[in-house]
């Protein structure tokens, strides 16, 4: 009875501690946090080229719906 008693209050302490880490994390600045990395950090990379690799799906994009592609404007042989 005692280790079932001991056992929940641990369970109850540990579900508290975790609520508490959640409310937290909820006011986590993401872009404070990228500012804060070094320059040759990939995520700060990935976050400032954002604009960048978007503008590319969008161009690779618009030459799959056209049709044209670099494949069509090269001479390529079919595969036999």
Known sequence: MKRLLVGGAAALAAAACAGR????????D?????????ENAPPRWLF????AIRENTERILEL?????????????RPAA
Do not use: D, W
Request: one cysteine or more; proline letters at 6%.
């Open 48 to 51: 400032r080229n954002i604009g």
């Open 30 to 38: 993401f872009e404070k946090l990228i500012e804060r990395m070094p």
């Open 21 to 28: 880490a959640a409310r937290g994390c909820g006011g986590l």
């Open 64 to 76: 799959l719906e056209t049709g044209r592609g670099p494949a069509e404007e090269a001479h390529v």
